[in-house]
């Protein structure tokens, strides 16, 4: 079982920044996809960004292309989410999930993870 922690979350003002962390002693190597996935209070969970095995490709949801960003250092165990430029709809827990296949067509990746880590709440509110 791959044991997921997120961590970064919390209150931010409209335009404002946070970053995002997922570490997992499995990312030290190319054997997991990661997603970045989120649920708004009263709605379903939806995918926000999905990085490959190596690094090398990344899917973002329309909503946050252009102002979230992914990436990951396998040397820290981590794949990181950077978002900036943010809104009050960014609002919700943010999800970490991992498995062996990359979704470059992001709505497809919700259903498809296999470990998921307990989320981190990120507010968007002034």
């Known amino acids: 079982q791959l044991q997921i922690v997120e961590s970064g979350g919390g209150l931010v003002q409209p335009g404002g920044s946070l970053r995002l962390s997922c570490a997992s002693s499995g990312f030290t190597s190319e054997t997991y996809a990661v997603g970045w996935f989120r649920q708004a209070p009263g709605k379903g969970r939806e995918a926000v960004s999905t990085?490959?095995?190596?690094?090398?490709?990344?899917a973002y949801a329309d909503s946050v292309r252009g102002r979230f960003t992914i990436s990951r250092d396998y040397a820290k165990n981590t794949v990181f989410l950077q978002m900036n430029s943010l809104k009050p709809e960014d609002t919700g827990i943010y999800y970490c999930?991992?498995?062996?296949?990359?979704?470059?067509?992001?709505?497809?990746?919700?259903?498809?993870?296999?470990?998921w880590g307990e989320g981190t709440p990120v507010t968007v509110s002034s």
């Open positions: 990085i490959n095995r190596s690094g090398t490709k990344t």
């Open positions: 999930a991992a498995g062996t296949t990359y979704y470059a067509e992001i709505t497809a990746a919700t259903s498809g993870m296999e470990y």
